[in-house]
């Protein structure tokens, strides 16, 4: 297969959907882990297609919805600040911090700018001599190599004017915490497959043998979602765990070497907070003392976190697949993609944002 509708092949789709249907004899619930994948899910409707007995729960596989609301209120504060040049990919500007967003500071005169790559930044900085560019840089470890060489490059060229809030998390030690947190559901993974294109799957195997749960490297259309979950219920059936790359036409065991070369170069694991979840142990990336200087939190320090105040949003329970979207009392109400309460309702990969957009859960509010 070469195109896209190839994966979305009608009579395919109900081929592997009656074969799900033949192999499963057990309740089971399975964890999509990426937003991307739960879009295709809702947009598709692959959950009707599928066996009663399968239960799909939403992973925190959004990098948008899990950044911290303390890291927003940092990118704020560094906006505020004069001669600042603050860029971002869209979505962010969106999320809600402790009491406002970056969109609503940038139509106060904040100048803050959406850029579609990292390296734009450089140019950015160029052009600006006697100002300072902040990236704030989010995203899975798909998005780290990029991050990672603009940070490289800006050294290279001495641009003494940049620097990176870093907010990068790390999809293998979120899944531990999920698989080991008390009153965990769930039995089996799909797991990220742009993620994978980068790390491979190598760290992968000790945790489907440790919490003996099967996880499949899956990719984004319906029938890699389809395949993906066959062959993740085909190893419950059977009682095994072990790791299987659905997703071959992208990635490899070891993964992209040269994007890890570059990512390990500049990157740390650090532990970093993650929204309405909490701490998890070395599941962020921080610069490394050879490029601290580059460090936007070391720059513009926030000395005072913003209180909080809880606004009734259940994106923690969303992101950890306790709740569904449709069981928050804000959904489809008070919390729309117009006026968001939280992450999942801004991202593109938001589980919210895909219930909004593609099911008729709010019709039933």
Same mark, same amino acid.
């Given at each position: 297969?070469?195109?896209?509708?190839?994966?979305?092949?009608?009579?395919?789709?109900?081929?592997? !959907? #009656?074969?799900?249907?033949?192999?499963?004899?057990?309740?089971?619930?399975?964890?999509?882990?990426?937003?991307?994948?739960?879009?295709?899910?809702?947009?598709?409707? *692959?959950?009707?297609?599928?066996?009663?007995?399968?239960?799909?729960?939403?992973?925190?596989?959004? /990098?948008?919805?899990?950044?911290?609301?303390?890291?927003?209120?940092?990118?704020?504060?560094?906006?505020?600040?004069?001669?600042?040049?603050?860029?971002? %990919?869209?979505?962010?500007?969106?999320?809600?911090?402790?009491?406002?967003?970056?969109? =609503?500071?940038?139509?106060?005169?904040?100048?803050?700018?959406?850029?579609?790559?990292? !390296?734009? =930044?450089?140019?950015?900085?160029?052009?600006?001599?006697?100002?300072?560019?902040?990236? %704030?840089?989010? +995203?899975?470890? =798909?998005? $780290?190599?990029?991050? $990672?060489?603009?940070?490289?490059?800006?050294?290279?060229?001495?641009?003494?004017?940049?620097?990176?809030?870093?907010?990068?998390?790390?999809?293998?030690?979120? *899944?531990?915490? &999920? &698989?080991?947190?008390?009153?965990?559901?769930?039995?089996?993974?799909?797991?990220?497959?742009? @993620?994978?294109?980068?790390?491979?799957? +190598?760290?992968?195997?000790?945790?489907?043998?440790?919490?003996?749960?099967?996880?499949?490297?899956?990719?984004?259309?319906?029938?890699?979602?389809? #395949?993906?979950?066959? *062959?993740?219920?085909?190893?419950?059936?059977?009682?095994?765990?072990?790791?299987?790359?659905?997703?071959?036409?992208?990635?490899?065991?070891?993964?992209?070497?040269?994007?890890?070369?570059?990512?390990?170069?500049?990157?740390?694991?650090?532990?970093?907070?993650?929204?309405?979840?909490?701490?998890?142990?070395?599941?962020?990336?921080?610069?490394?003392?050879?490029?601290?200087?580059?460090? $936007?939190?070391?720059? %513009?320090?926030?000395?005072?976190?913003?209180?909080?105040?809880?606004?009734?949003?259940?994106?923690?329970?969303?992101?950890?697949?306790?709740?569904?979207?449709?069981?928050?009392?804000? %959904?489809?109400?008070?919390? =729309?993609?117009?006026?968001?309460? +939280?992450? /999942?309702? @801004?991202?593109?990969?938001?589980?919210?944002?895909?219930?909004?957009?593609?099911?008729?859960?709010?019709?039933?509010?």
């Amino acid at each position: 297969m070469k195109y896209v509708d190839e994966y979305r092949q009608p009579h395919l789709v109900k081929k592997l !959907s #009656q074969a799900l249907h033949q192999i499963t004899t057990r309740p089971w619930t399975i964890m999509e882990v990426c937003g991307g994948q739960t879009h295709s899910i809702v947009k598709f409707g *692959l959950q009707a297609l599928l066996p009663q007995k399968i239960r799909l729960i939403h992973g925190p596989g959004c /990098p948008v919805c899990v950044t911290p609301i303390h890291l927003i209120d940092h990118a704020l504060h560094i906006a505020t600040q004069p001669n600042t040049i603050l860029c971002s %990919f869209g979505d962010m500007l969106r999320v809600p911090g402790s009491r406002t967003d970056l969109l =609503t500071m940038k139509a106060k005169g904040s100048d803050i700018r959406i850029i579609h790559s990292p !390296s734009e =930044t450089l140019s950015i900085a160029k052009m600006n001599p006697h100002k300072q560019i902040i990236l %704030f840089a989010v +995203g899975f470890e =798909t998005t $780290a190599p990029a991050n $990672a060489t603009t940070v490289y490059m800006a050294k290279q060229l001495k641009l003494d004017n940049f620097s990176l809030l870093a907010s990068n998390v790390l999809v293998p030690p979120a *899944l531990e915490f &999920l &698989l080991q947190s008390q009153g965990n559901e769930v039995q089996g993974l799909l797991a990220a497959g742009h @993620v994978c294109t980068i790390t491979g799957y +190598g760290d992968y195997h000790a945790l489907a043998r440790n919490y003996q749960t099967p996880i499949v490297v899956t990719g984004f259309e319906p029938l890699d979602i389809l #395949q993906g979950l066959y *062959l993740c219920v085909q190893q419950l059936e059977k009682g095994e765990y072990c790791v299987i790359n659905q997703y071959r036409r992208c990635v490899q065991e070891q993964g992209n070497l040269h994007a890890q070369t570059i990512m390990n170069s500049v990157f740390k694991a650090v532990d970093r907070e993650w929204r309405g979840i909490g701490v998890i142990a070395s599941s962020g990336l921080g610069l490394v003392d050879e490029f601290a200087g580059y460090d $936007a939190a070391i720059r %513009f320090p926030l000395e005072k976190p913003l209180s909080l105040k809880d606004n009734g949003c259940i994106s923690g329970l969303i992101l950890q697949g306790k709740k569904k979207p449709c069981e928050c009392s804000l %959904f489809g109400k008070q919390c =729309t993609p117009e006026s968001p309460y +939280g992450a /999942p309702m @801004v991202s593109t990969e938001g589980a919210c944002s895909a219930y909004y957009q593609y099911s008729n859960s709010r019709d039933h509010q």
